[in-house]
């Protein structure tokens, strides 16, 4: 009875080990093969977002209205406007 137990233990822990090592790669396999990726930094650079870093200014109508000409010669200039 003792060898029936060890063998299921074994088993158990066997399992669980295989359970574990299956999870662990399904979740990280995707983010390893993602890191060795390259991105081509010359198209990410043409159209800057709102993270990219890069000032954008808003030129819808509305805005452009009510700015002084300090700011909008700012936002030309591409920096961040400091004045009202």
């Known amino acids: 009875m003792n060898q029936i137990k060890r063998f299921l233990v074994g088993g158990a822990v066997a399992g669980s ?3 574990g090592g299956v999870i ?3 979740i990280a396999g995707p983010l390893g093969a993602s890191a060795a990726t390259t991105t081509n ?3 990410t650079a043409a159209s800057p977002s709102a993270g ?3 000032f954008v200014p808003n030129e819808t ?3 452009e209205a009510g700015e ?3 700011r909008e ?3 030309n200039a591409g ?3 400091t004045v009202p």
């Open 17 to 19: 080990l295989l359970t």
């Open 24 to 26: 662990g790669a399904t």
């Open 41 to 43: 930094v010359a198209a």
């Open 52 to 54: 990219s870093g890069t």
């Open 61 to 63: 109508a509305a805005h």
């Open 68 to 70: 002084s000409a300090a």
């Open 73 to 75: 010669a700012q936002e």
């Open 79 to 81: 920096q961040v406007p």
